[in-house]
């Protein structure tokens, strides 16, 4: 039986820039789930990541807001210094609670609060990064019956992060950063095939 | 609802008909990590085993209350609104010959003494008095003594620079290896004092409110709650600061102030009284 699929969720740390950018570019404006992304970055004024998502990307990109409903077909990106998570009517929160393993957004958080939100209908995805961020999160959308990808890390220009989701063994494919968008493509066609 | 949601609700409830204190209205997906974390320090399994001590040990209830106010945060956290502060609120505030500031929600008070640092600088402390408020005696404790670890200081001292800052940020603390402790003089004017934005009343006639990432925490009707409770806290024309993701766009006492600097939430609560444009003049 296919899941049907609800939401993506994305942590992405050193190298994220680039990663964003090819991963993102390549989802087509029908792309119907809505994404949320934490990056590691520095809280900054002029928020050019999202100014030049947004330029790159056929989806909208914006920076979470609090209390925000959570739309299909937005990309929204975790602010600088905030904790980005997921509340169970689906709507989106901002916390300045401690980092955790040392990050402001951290990626856990928004992975497993989306996991307890989502359950099976959430994809989780881990990018290039160097540390280590992300595998706590990754472990409860497997737990929750969700589905995980992982850059191959070969492929990424930071390898830990990759590598330390792997580690955890609940990753279910590891794919280099331009089969993830075709892949997610797929998987949803597939979804609503078998839904109908 | 799950097993987890159910517990949580029950934990809530006992907190709020033992000791009144009322989470019922804040934001559940950090307040579930934080009840975690608080568990996970006990060595207890589930989260209804949170519920006898709670009710039978009035210590152990303290200490978990003070987890769930703790927010970490460095001093001088987004410079551009000190610095907004410094440029467009201080010179309105200088015309009064004594001013009333209250800081809502300080947690463990990094953001009370960079207010405190502004105004000395601008000559104002002497003639202001900052009333500093949190839910939580354990962390009140811990603002009043005015310790940070060195890391903190760090990041604080470059966002000092960036709020315009006048002098070293290094004149405002003593550090040994590990902390650094805060001047006394900035204490002075300081009222550290129990207030519970949940439950408690209004709190004087206030020239300005510091509230920032405090109401992140709160959800919708608790947000309302609290600037109902803002607004009949000021002074007409008193100023209200919120964190940098905080708005007063979705509430219902928006029509009751002006945004004087939308970019860094800084409002104004306008001159007119409740209720004045309701009546037939």
């Known amino acids: ?196 | 609802m799950d097993n987890e949601e159910l517990e949580i609700t029950l934990l809530l409830e006992a907190m709020q008909s033992r000791y009144g204190y009322d989470f019922r209205g804040y934001a559940r997906a950090s307040l579930t990590r934080r009840i975690k974390k608080g568990l996970a320090e006990t060595g207890l399994q589930r989260i209804s085993e949170l519920i006898p001590p709670i009710l039978y040990d009035r210590d152990f209830f303290n200490k978990f209350v003070a987890n769930l106010s703790v927010h970490v945060t460095e001093m001088f956290r987004d410079p551009l609104f000190f610095k907004a502060l410094r440029e467009e609120v201080i010179p309105y505030l200088k015309t009064f010959p004594f001013i009333k500031i209250w800081s809502a929600g300080i947690s463990t008070g990094e953001e009370v003494y960079s207010l405190a640092i502004v105004l000395k600088e601008e000559g104002l402390y002497e003639k202001s008095r900052i009333y500093a408020t949190d839910f939580s005696d354990t962390v009140l404790e811990k603002a009043r003594k005015g310790i940070y670890p060195t890391d903190l200081i760090k990041k604080s001292t470059k966002n000092y620079q960036k709020s315009g800052g006048s002098t070293s940020f290094g004149n405002y603390y003593h550090a040994d290896y590990e902390s650094a402790i805060f001047d006394r003089a900035l204490k002075k004017n300081i009222v550290f004092a129990n207030h519970n934005m949940v439950t408690d009343s209004v709190f004087g006639e206030m020239h300005l409110i510091l509230c920032r990432n405090v109401l992140i925490y709160f959800d919708a009707n608790l947000q309302n709650h609290v600037f109902q409770l803002f607004f009949d806290s000021l002074r007409p024309n008193g100023f209200l600061c919120l964190g940098s993701k905080e708005t007063l766009e979705y509430s219902k006492e928006k029509d009751n102030f002006v945004a004087v600097i939308k970019r860094q939430k800084i409002y104004q609560k306008k001159k007119t009284h409740r209720g004045y444009h309701a009546e037939s003049l």
Do not use: W
């Open chain 1, 1 to 196: 039986m296919q899941n049907h699929y609800e939401a993506v969720v994305i942590g992405v740390s050193a190298g994220g820039f680039r990663a964003l950018h090819t991963l993102l570019s390549e989802l087509p404006d029908h792309f119907t789930l809505p994404v949320m992304i934490v990056q590691h970055r520095k809280a900054s004024a002029e928020n050019y990541l999202v100014t030049s998502l947004n330029k790159n990307c056929r989806l909208l990109v914006k920076e979470a807001d609090e209390k925000e409903k959570i739309t299909s077909g937005t990309v929204y990106l975790a602010p600088g210094d905030y904790h980005l998570l997921v509340e169970k009517d689906k709507t989106l929160s901002l916390s300045i609670d401690e980092p955790v393993c040392y990050s402001r957004p951290s990626i856990d958080v928004l992975f497993e609060t989306a996991a307890a939100t989502y359950q099976a209908g959430l994809i989780g995805i881990i990018l290039t990064g160097a540390n280590s961020d992300g595998s706590a999160g990754i472990r409860s959308i497997k737990a929750g019956g969700g589905l995980t990808i992982s850059q191959h890390p070969e492929t990424a220009e930071a390898d830990t992060m990759p590598l330390a989701a792997i580690a955890t063994k609940a990753v279910d494919y590891i794919l280099t950063l331009q089969e993830i968008s075709p892949f997610l493509n797929d998987l949803l066609e597939q979804s609503h095939e078998t839904k109908e």
